[in-house]
């Protein structure tokens, strides 16, 4: 894993976050300049970098960093760069935390907002201490911190400008526990002193070994808390083990091991904790660290009961490996851990621009399961293929070759055009026996221009070159009102999985958060995963095992009945070490039976006779309650922001249809098919008045082809 020092990191004090913490190295002086306030992008991510610092402590309000970080990465634009500046500063101010002190400038003097926190540090190491300043001045500040009582010698200078606020990563070296420390700080008119109680800790060592279920070393996640309460990084020998991560929705920080680590801790009670996917129950335990000396200790992880799940293998059809962010460069080495501590079987890595022309990751595709596939997991570099506004995103997988362009639609880059429509890269993606999935498909409330949902879905399913739909990607449950209505329209459509996670970025979703189970038989390599979903053989879930079937039928199979109604049993299971409250069997999008405990419970079965009136399209459902490691729903605090309807539930499972079709009529809604006409007409109006084409021929090209689709709307099967 090669470091990348980026400058405006540097600028905003991500060098503080990415050296000082992570390299546990004693600090130079550093002169922090406030980046240019007319680029917003630079407060967001000096936002972020304070935020991913502030949760290292698990005693910090995660409710408040996660959620003002959302709101900060979704801010609008501002009339001036002084409301610019005062906006941030009012959600920088929001942060709680032990290791944060707000101090206020009035133009006169300093005045902490906050009880001042208690300094510690183990050995050598520094002590840690988060400096907010907020200037209410108007005019910039320049601040001289200096320490008093401590080794540092060196002042470091700070300039907040005028209604703005910047947080930095103060690391003070300690003298001896109970010491006292002082924080000058000194402006142009004024001084004042901060004194800080300290302490100080012997470290010791933890050598700790992870074993799976027969005792041998196996790969995991894993969460290591020490006895001052902040997250420790991991020491080992592969590169991947270094990879530190923040989930989005907990906010815990975690790292990968294989098999084993060893980390230097403060004496005192750390926890470690060790989770691997879906079917391992994950394990807890206290350790006793003491100064000087090391501790061993062996965590062994237990298999969940499955033989229902002989044949299925878990995977994610969508992880970029590098994007956008420049924290660190993840290589295949990094990849192939991670897929093993998530314990994904198949784990498909993109290739595809950000925000621009730069593709990353390009020079990774091979067409084919990268080397450092096994028997039993397999990495493969497929593609995703993003329009910036008008239609949505696709995930090509099964590639031989990349389907140009990679990318339509962005401003100033090479291809600005948005041109092709999606539809022509799904059909060059079937020529070559690829498969086709709309990614992040999103659609609650209907069409809205812009963003990443699937614009051009209602489309592409109409005119066949569609195979699945990533329902369960961050957020699951508004995706399922689109893929409702395009089932209860008779089109068949294997329901997927994808975490989107971004993993040289610290902070962000969790790969195999969400995850596709796939049925492949008694034998699995990637080409039987991809017919396999390809066929509808899928579950999704966030975490709890499914098992579906109707009639003696797995998930995408069909029924063909000569009469209607008809009565069919179902069964299905749903079993985790996660709290499961309700398992339900979904008709057309209607509710026909179910199975519930409010409490909460590991294990819910349902079996019973539905009858279905009409022809219809049958899958199962799981609900449960929100919990930290349910990775990628939104926290209670976040979902309340999205607007989201479910209250303190998540849909943690989901199946694909089984598909019954009674007395030869298709499946079909008359209301639904409306639907997605006046869709496709607010889509077409779109490309008239928004769509960037070279060429006026181009934009009628477009428009044929989707009024083609509203066609088959219209017509009554």
Not at 114 to 128: F, I, K, T, V
Not at 312 to 327: F, L
Not at 392 to 420: C, M, R, S, W
Request: some cysteine; proline content about 5%.
């Amino acid at each position: 894993m090669r470091k990348i020092t980026a400058p405006i990191a540097l600028r905003l004090g991500l060098a503080c976050l990415l050296v000082f913490a992570w390299l546990g190295t004693p600090p130079r002086p550093v002169v922090l300049n406030p980046p240019d306030s007319a680029q917003e992008t630079d407060l967001v991510d000096h936002f972020r970098a304070t935020a991913v610092g502030l949760l290292r402590h698990t005693g910090t309000n995660r409710e408040k960093i996660i959620l003002p970080y959302w709101t900060v990465r979704n801010s609008l634009a501002f009339s001036s760069d002084k409301d610019r500046e005062s906006w941030f500063a009012d959600r920088l101010w929001t942060l709680e935390s032990p290791e944060l002190l707000k101090i206020h400038w009035n133009g006169r003097d300093f005045e902490a907002q906050n009880d001042l926190p208690r300094l510690c540090s183990q050995g050598n190491e520094r002590a840690r201490l988060w400096l907010l300043l907020r200037n209410r001045h108007t005019q910039d500040l320049q601040v001289q911190a200096a320490w008093v009582g401590g080794s540092d010698k060196q002042a470091q200078h700070f300039l907040i400008p005028e209604a703005g606020a910047r947080a930095f990563l103060l690391q003070p070296k300690i003298v001896a526990s109970g010491s006292k420390l002082e924080l000058h700080l000194s402006s142009s008119s004024s001084q004042k002193g901060f004194s800080f109680a300290t302490s100080s800790k012997k470290p010791g060592r933890l050598a700790a070994r992870i074993l799976d279920e027969s005792g041998q070393p196996t790969a995991a996640r894993v969460y290591l808390t020490n006895s001052e309460g902040l997250f420790e990084p991991l020491e080992g020998a592969t590169k991947g083990q270094k990879i530190e991560r923040v989930g989005w929705v907990a906010g815990e920080y975690f790292s990968y091991a294989d098999g084993a680590f060893r980390a230097t801790l403060p004496e005192g009670t750390s926890m470690i904790e060790v989770v691997k996917g879906a079917e391992h129950i994950p394990v807890r335990q206290k350790v006793q660290i003491q100064g000087g000396k090391e501790i061993q200790v062996s965590m062994q992880l237990k298999r969940l009961e499955s033989p229902k799940l002989r044949g299925w293998h878990a995977g994610d059809e969508h992880v970029h490996a590098n994007y956008r962010s420049k924290e660190f460069y993840i290589q295949p080495e990094d990849v192939a851990l991670i897929a093993q501590g998530e314990d994904l079987q198949v784990i498909n890595l993109m290739v595809s621009n950000s925000d621009g022309g730069f593709v990353h990751d390009e020079n990774r595709f091979e067409g084919a399961p990268h080397p450092l596939s096994t028997p039993r997991h397999i990495l493969y570099w497929n593609q995703e293929m993003r329009n910036r506004a008008l239609y949505g995103h696709l995930i090509l997988l099964n590639l031989k070759q990349l389907v140009h362009p990679i990318y339509t639609g962005f401003p100033g880059a090479k291809h600005e055009e948005d041109y092709p429509p999606n539809f022509i890269h799904a059909q060059n993606t079937h020529r070559q026996g690829g498969l086709v999935s709309y990614a992040h498909t999103g659609g609650n409330g209907g069409y809205r221009y812009g963003g990443a949902d699937a614009h051009e879905a209602p489309v592409d399913v109409a005119l066949g070159t569609v195979d699945a739909f990533e329902v369960f990607c961050s957020h699951s449950e508004s995706s399922l009102d689109l893929y409702y209505r395009l089932l209860n329209c008779g089109f068949p459509l294997a329901i997927t999985a994808g975490s989107d996670a971004f993993l040289n970025q610290t902070f962000g979703t969790t790969p195999g958060g969400e995850r596709v189970y796939v049925y492949t038989g008694e034998e699995f390599n990637y080409a039987r995963w991809i017919e396999g979903l390809r066929a509808g053989h899928t579950f999704v879930t966030e975490g709890p095992l499914l098992a579906f079937e109707l009639d003696g039928h797995m998930p995408g199979e069909r029924l063909h009945l000569k009469s209607a109604p008809a009565r069919l049993r179902v069964k299905a299971r749903s079993w985790s070490w996660l709290p499961l409250q309700r398992l339900e069997i979904i008709a057309n999008g209607k509710v026909v039976a179910q199975v519930e405990q409010t409490k909460g419970v590991n294990d819910l079965n349902l079996s019973q006779e539905v009858t279905l009136p009409q022809s219809a399209w049958v899958a199962a459902r799981v609900w449960g309650p929100r919990h930290r490691l349910v990775m990628n729903e939104p926290s209670p605090a976040l979902a309340g922001s999205l607007k989201s309807t479910l209250g303190t539930e998540v849909a943690l499972a989901h199946s694909s249809p089984i598909y019954v079709e009674l007395a030869g009529k298709k499946i079909w809604s008359r209301a639904d098919a409306r639907y997605f006409e006046n869709w496709i007409e607010r889509l077409i109006d779109d490309v008239r008045t928004r769509g960037t084409f070279h060429e006026e021929s181009r934009r009628q090209e477009v428009i044929e082809l989707f009024r083609k689709a509203q066609r088959v709307y219209q017509a009554t099967p």
